[in-house]
């Protein structure tokens, strides 16, 4: 089998196997989070949650399979580890960047939600009280 095959495979392999992952950890351990931004909402965080992840996916899948294009042939071992270690060092900043990027949108969000909470008084007014001279 050519060199450049065996690259391939094992390419794809991990970066499937690693986007799943990602895709997965981020799902679970940001539901609580999307529940808090979503004042609560379980079934509204859900299906965010949801469509997150199939965005998150498509992306990424759609990114390693651009990706997998090779230039030059591989001819030797240590051609496949250096080519494997290119391929897979972008596909994990990209990977990092997404989750940068959607963490950084929902703590926005969170943030306008925490600001909209805080202006509204705790209890409502009991009486006015005129102003007083001087003050």
């Given at each position: 089998?050519?060199?450049?095959?065996?690259?391939?495979?094992?390419?794809?392999?991990?970066?499937?196997?690693?986007t799943v992952w990602v895709?997965?950890?981020?799902?679970?351990?940001?539901?609580?989070?999307?529940?808090?931004?979503?004042?609560?909402?379980?079934?509204?965080?859900?299906?965010?949650?949801?469509?997150?992840?199939?965005?998150?996916?498509?992306?990424?899948?759609?990114?390693?399979?651009?990706?997998?294009?090779?230039?030059?042939?591989?001819?030797?071992?240590?051609?496949?580890?250096?080519?494997?270690?290119?391929?897979?060092?972008?596909?994990?900043?990209?990977?990092?960047v997404m989750h940068l990027?959607?963490?950084?949108?929902?703590?926005?969000?969170?943030?306008?939600?925490?600001?909209?909470?805080?202006?509204?008084?705790?209890?409502?007014?009991?009486?006015?009280?005129?102003?007083?001279?001087?003050?």
């Open positions: 089998m050519d060199r450049t095959v065996i690259a391939y495979v094992i390419y794809l392999v991990v970066s499937v196997a690693l895709a997965r950890t981020l799902s679970r351990n940001g539901r609580v989070f999307l529940a808090d931004v979503l004042h609560g909402n379980e079934k509204l965080a859900d299906a965010v949650n949801h469509l997150l992840v199939v965005g998150f996916y498509l992306v990424n899948l759609g990114f390693v399979a651009l990706y997998l294009n090779d230039d030059g042939d591989i001819d030797d071992t240590r051609g496949i580890f250096e080519a494997l270690s290119a391929k897979l060092g972008v596909v994990l900043l990209v990977l990092g990027g959607n963490v950084y949108v929902l703590n926005r969000i969170r943030r306008r939600g925490l600001m909209e909470r805080e202006q509204q008084p705790p209890v409502p007014p009991q009486a006015w009280v005129p102003p007083t001279a001087g003050a």
